[in-house]
């Protein structure tokens, strides 16, 4: 758990009603009082959370995508980049760029396995 993650498990823990200051609180996890105040009033978000709230798809229909695409690949039909934009395109019912399948790849890179073929004659 992260400091700013302690420190705010902190404050949820006072008893409700209590007193308190983000500044005391701040400077006993050695956090920033403003990024304390900002996570805890809502205003902002850890960059992990950022980062799945910008993704097209969200994290289980990304595991529902590799899903169908290690299925097929097991059938003998490795799909292709642009088979995987049509896919993620169908999901989400709107467009989907080149770059967004090199990243989905780089984030599911532990599951997924790319490799160049040769054609068949």
Known sequence: MSRIEEALAAIES????????????????GVSRVTLARRHQGIQVSKTEQAIKQQLLNPQQELELVKYITKLTEDGLAPTRDMIQSFASQIIKGEVGNEWVTRFIHRNKENLITKWTSGMD
Do not use: C, S
Not at 14 to 29: C, M, P, Q, V
């Open 14 to 29: 006072l008893d409700e009603g209590k007193h308190f200051t983000y500044t005391n609180i701040a400077n006993t996890y």
